[in-house]
């Protein structure tokens, strides 16, 4: 009976071997598995984070634009105003560039038009204030000119 668990033993070992290396091969691709896992958790993490980047950059847009907009339209009504208490009434209306590069509480605006009397006029000024804050004023510091000569310089416009 000898000879025949020698071939026994060699089978069971050849076995064990081969289970072995399965066992390897199994782990090696669990492995595998785990690490593809950990690299599409991280990139969905920097996915999600750029998204809210981009999303809050475009709220901070929003809010630049919104004060640019409010300061344009605030400065071309009660600029015209001014204007008109000043004794240079203006022809049409006043068209206003603004800019919130300094951030949404001091913006600059620049506006021009042309008076009655065929003289161009110009509106310069900075806010000091969050546009907006009041809707019948626009506090700051503004300067109105015509043909080059300044006509008012006020605090606020609207605040009359």
Do not use: K, Y
């Amino acid at each position: 009976m000898r000879p025949r668990l020698v071939p026994t033993a060699l089978l069971a070992a050849g076995l064990v071997l081969g289970v072995g290396a399965c066992s390897d091969d199994a782990e090696d691709a669990v492995n595998d598995i785990q690490d593809d896992a950990e690299s599409a958790a991280e990139d969905l993490q920097e996915d999600a984070e750029d998204a809210v980047s981009s999303a809050s950059s475009e709220i901070d847009e929003g809010a630049t634009d919104a004060a640019e907009a409010a300061v344009r339209s605030l400065a071309a009504q009660h600029g015209a105003d001014e204007f008109e208490q000043a004794g240079h009434a203006i022809d049409g209306e006043l068209e206003c560039e603004a800019d919130a590069a300094g951030g949404e509480d001091a913006v600059d605006v620049t506006c021009t038009g042309t008076t009655t009397d065929g003289e161009d006029a110009e509106l310069t000024g900075t806010t000091s204030e969050l546009p907006g804050a009041s809707a019948t004023e626009l506090e700051g510091d503004f300067t109105g000119t015509v043909a080059g000569e300044e006509v008012f310089s006020v605090p606020n416009l609207g605040g009359r």
